[in-house]
């Protein structure tokens, strides 16, 4: 079955540490994306890439990074600048026409203490 | 610049009792609008999605919701509640531009009680 896959779904890290959240999509979507899930605020757009190379910032991209070397995949990097990380992550796809709806994926919910 | 609001962060019915979930969006252009529902630690699922084709537009699991540029809404709604309808809902708008940038409500957590 075609869809997105991210793991590992629970993910603890110590402050100061990076860590990466993978992402994998057999959907053959161009476009991919990642989303901050905090309680009552909605989803707010980290990163997003609409081909394979190149990606552009969101509304919250400081203390992230990304990268789309290959088109099923596009990993979130977690660095220590980001002030307050432990959230839940959830990465998205879609064909790339502007009215297709993004598909997500199960989501990876990161602890730093 | 393009938004969506939901209003009421938690909605409580009973089982069998009308579902009403609100959004009203603010757009300079005719917008791409979509209603997802999310359960507990998983990620988002396609409601319905209205691209201006028809006004009533129907969904899975029952709802449907109705596009009216008078008032700016697209509210969600289910005639019956069921027990498995309890999770959090999600409008969204498409941000115009040359790509699908989503901007999401705050959304609204649904409960039904028995």
């Known amino acids: 079955d075609g869809g997105i896959t991210q793991s590992p779904k629970y993910l603890f890290r110590k402050e100061g540490q990076n860590v990466t959240l993978s992402c994998e999509q057999n959907?053959?979507?161009?476009?991919m994306y990642w989303y901050r899930q905090d309680p009552g605020q909605g989803l707010r757009l980290i990163y997003y890439s609409q081909i394979v190379n190149d990606f552009q910032k969101g509304d919250i991209a400081e203390g992230y990074s990304v990268s789309r070397e290959k088109k099923e995949s596009f990993p979130l990097t977690v660095t220590s600048a980001q002030k307050n990380p432990t959230a839940f992550y959830l990465c998205?796809?879609?064909?790339?026409?502007?009215?297709?709806?993004?598909?997500f994926g199960n989501g990876t919910r990161l602890t730093v203490t | 610049a393009q938004s969506v609001t939901q209003l009421g962060s938690h909605v409580s019915v009973s089982e069998g009792a009308l579902v009403l979930l609100r959004c009203n969006y603010s757009s300079s252009v005719p917008p791409y609008l979509f209603w997802y529902v999310q359960y507990p630690n998983q990620g988002l699922q396609l409601l319905l999605k209205?691209?201006?084709?028809?006004?009533l537009v129907k969904g899975i699991n029952g709802f449907e919701a109705e596009f009216k540029k008078s008032e700016t809404s697209f509210h969600l709604t289910k005639p019956s509640a069921h027990m498995s309808d309890a999770a959090e809902y999600f409008c969204a708008v498409i941000l115009s531009g040359g790509y699908n940038k989503l901007i999401f409500g705050a959304g609204t957590r649904l409960a039904v009680h028995p």
């Open positions: 998205a796809s879609s064909p790339g026409q502007r009215n297709s709806p993004l598909h």
């Open positions: 959907l053959n979507h161009d476009a």
């Open positions: 209205y691209t201006s084709a028809a006004t």
